[in-house]
């Protein structure tokens, strides 16, 4: 346990802001201090403020990185709050230099939003709606409309004050000393099981850990085991996961850490294993022995109302190992140990076409994305360039290892 990760775990005081950093490791911020830490597995370090951002001349009170692909200037730039020395400030960092303008009055970048905050963090358009972003002060919430430059308070009692906010897969958090809660970014609920430390979760701390209580989940939880993944999926957002073992991975954002999640903790309401899955219209579908559950992918994952279903009847067949549509296609693929069968899912009711041979004996899981269809088998994948080069393949295509590609395991 090296000196400072001990004065971290030991540390009672907590942080004065919390966020993720360009490239997707943890910064806690705490004085003249500034404690770096990747979901990844290396164990976090301190370093001065001042080493990386040299105009602050003092601790923060709050940041955040905000995330807006459609704005260039904007995206993936860091925000730093102050409200101490020069009065109440904002920095904001790209690529590690202060952009232009800055600093500037809070209230200046932010309309509507006062100085003096506790906490702040980007709500992502998929969980508010809209480009949002919430600032904390006390017990009120000013939530900022990036889009319409419009602040409205909000008053979250079950929540209580935040010394510092953090976003980390889709999931909000709100720090308080070494305490954390999860909490929902459009009415500020709580779910049962909260509080919790952060020195369980967020912080390596030798003989500590939430996954001490894990065991039974054996190496399913391990993204490096090389143990089999029952389905993947590409869904209409981008978002990308594997399930194995009644756990699921998001390998999209594989900067801020590949955990696994109970399945029930991303996709309310269900357990179990999932057998294949795959996204079309807005929704998400995964099949469970001859079942299948549909969820809306906007703004979270929410189930539809009437499933699970009989995949016979949504779907035309009684199973199926693997399943996937490509994008921007109402073309579904389902295999069923070495043959494929189309279904058209514009098509009322759904029926499965002819099987048609696949040059494999079975496979596990399958995937499209614009790279291409992808078949999983065992540790490996096989990549296929369309779904025409598959169909007409005689021998499978070369074996490439999904630990490496997908979970950026050691090779």
Same mark, same amino acid.
């Given at each position: 346990?090296?000196?400072?990760?001990?004065?971290?775990?030991?540390?009672?005081?907590?942080?004065?802001?919390?966020?993720?950093?360009?490239?997707?490791?943890?910064?806690?911020?705490?004085?003249?201090?500034?404690?770096?830490?990747?979901?990844?597995?290396?164990?976090?370090?301190?370093?001065?403020?001042?080493?990386?951002?040299?105009?602050?001349?003092?601790?923060?009170?709050?940041?955040?990185?905000?995330?807006?692909?459609?704005?260039?200037?904007?995206?993936?730039?860091?925000?730093?709050?102050?409200?101490?020395?020069?009065?109440?400030?904002?920095?904001?960092?790209?690529?590690?230099?202060?952009?232009?303008?800055?600093?500037?009055?809070?209230?200046?970048?932010?309309?509507?939003?006062?100085?003096?905050?506790?906490?702040?963090?980007?709500?992502?358009?998929?969980?508010?709606?809209?480009?949002?972003?919430?600032?904390?002060?006390?017990?009120?919430?000013?939530?900022?409309?990036?889009?319409?430059?419009?602040?409205?308070?909000?008053?979250?009692?079950?929540? @209580?004050?935040?010394? =510092? *906010?953090?976003? !980390?897969?889709? %999931?909000? #958090?709100?720090?308080? &000393?070494? /305490?954390?809660?999860? $909490?929902?970014?459009?009415?500020?609920?709580?779910?049962?099981?909260?509080?919790?430390?952060?020195?369980?979760?967020?912080?390596?701390?030798?003989?500590?850990?939430?996954?001490?209580?894990?065991?039974?989940?054996?190496?399913?939880?391990?993204?490096?085991?090389?143990?089999?993944?029952?389905?993947?999926?590409?869904?209409?957002?981008?978002?990308?996961?594997?399930?194995?073992?009644?756990?699921?991975?998001?390998?999209?954002?594989?900067?801020?850490?590949?955990?696994?999640?109970?399945?029930?903790?991303?996709?309310?309401?269900?357990? @179990?294993?999932?057998? =294949? *899955?795959?996204? !079309?219209?807005? %929704?998400? #579908?995964?099949?469970? &022995?001859? /079942?299948?559950?549909? $969820?809306?992918?906007?703004?979270?994952?929410?189930r539809v109302l009437g499933y699970p279903?009989?995949?016979?009847?949504?779907?035309?067949?009684?199973?199926?190992?693997?399943?996937?549509?490509?994008?921007?296609?109402?073309?579904?693929?389902?295999?069923?140990?070495?043959?494929?069968?189309?279904?058209?899912?514009?098509?009322?009711?759904?029926?499965?076409?002819?099987?048609?041979?696949?040059?494999?004996?079975?496979?596990?899981?399958?995937?499209?994305?614009?790279?291409?269809?992808?078949l999983f088998r065992g540790p490996n994948?096989?990549?296929?360039?369309?779904? =025409?080069?598959?169909?007409?393949?005689?021998?499978?295509?070369?074996?490439?290892?999904?630990?490496?590609?997908? $979970?950026?395991?050691?090779?």
């Amino acid at each position: 346990s090296p000196p400072d990760l001990a004065q971290l775990c030991a540390d009672e005081g907590g942080f004065d802001a919390a966020t993720l950093s360009e490239n997707g490791t943890m910064l806690f911020f705490r004085g003249e201090e500034v404690w770096e830490s990747s979901p990844r597995g290396s164990r976090p370090h301190a370093r001065p403020l001042v080493t990386s951002w040299p105009e602050l001349g003092g601790p923060i009170e709050a940041a955040l990185r905000l995330h807006r692909q459609q704005h260039p200037q904007e995206h993936q730039s860091l925000y730093l709050f102050q409200a101490w020395l020069r009065g109440e400030q904002v920095w904001a960092y790209a690529g590690g230099q202060l952009r232009p303008g800055f600093p500037r009055r809070v209230g200046d970048e932010f309309p509507g939003v006062p100085g003096g905050l506790d906490a702040a963090v980007e709500c992502h358009p998929e969980e508010c709606g809209g480009e949002t972003v919430l600032f904390f002060k006390g017990d009120t919430v000013y939530s900022f409309d990036l889009a319409l430059r419009v602040t409205k308070p909000r008053m979250w009692p079950g929540l @209580g004050p935040c010394g =510092a *906010a953090l976003r !980390w897969l889709e %999931r909000y #958090y709100c720090l308080r &000393g070494t /305490q954390f809660q999860r $909490f929902d970014p459009l009415t500020g609920e709580v779910p049962p099981g909260y509080p919790r430390d952060l020195r369980d979760y967020f912080i390596p701390c030798p003989g500590r850990g939430h996954g001490q209580g894990n065991a039974s989940w054996g190496g399913a939880s391990d993204r490096c085991s090389e143990m089999p993944f029952q389905a993947l999926l590409s869904d209409d957002t981008g978002r990308i996961y594997a399930f194995r073992g009644g756990l699921s991975f998001r390998l999209d954002s594989w900067r801020d850490g590949h955990h696994a999640w109970p399945l029930g903790q991303t996709w309310p309401g269900l357990e @179990g294993e999932v057998d =294949a *899955a795959f996204a !079309w219209d807005g %929704r998400t #579908y995964l099949i469970q &022995g001859s /079942q299948v559950s549909v $969820f809306l992918s906007e703004q979270g994952h929410r189930r539809v109302l009437g499933y699970p279903l009989a995949l016979q009847e949504e779907l035309g067949v009684p199973s199926a190992d693997a399943a996937f549509t490509c994008p921007g296609s109402a073309h579904l693929y389902l295999i069923t140990g070495d043959r494929v069968r189309l279904v058209d899912l514009k098509q009322t009711p759904r029926h499965a076409g002819e099987p048609v041979p696949l040059p494999h004996d079975h496979v596990d899981g399958a995937m499209c994305t614009d790279n291409g269809v992808f078949l999983f088998r065992g540790p490996n994948y096989h990549q296929y360039p369309s779904v =025409a080069q598959l169909l007409g393949a005689q021998q499978p295509a070369p074996p490439q290892s999904i630990t490496t590609h997908f $979970f950026h395991c050691p090779q």
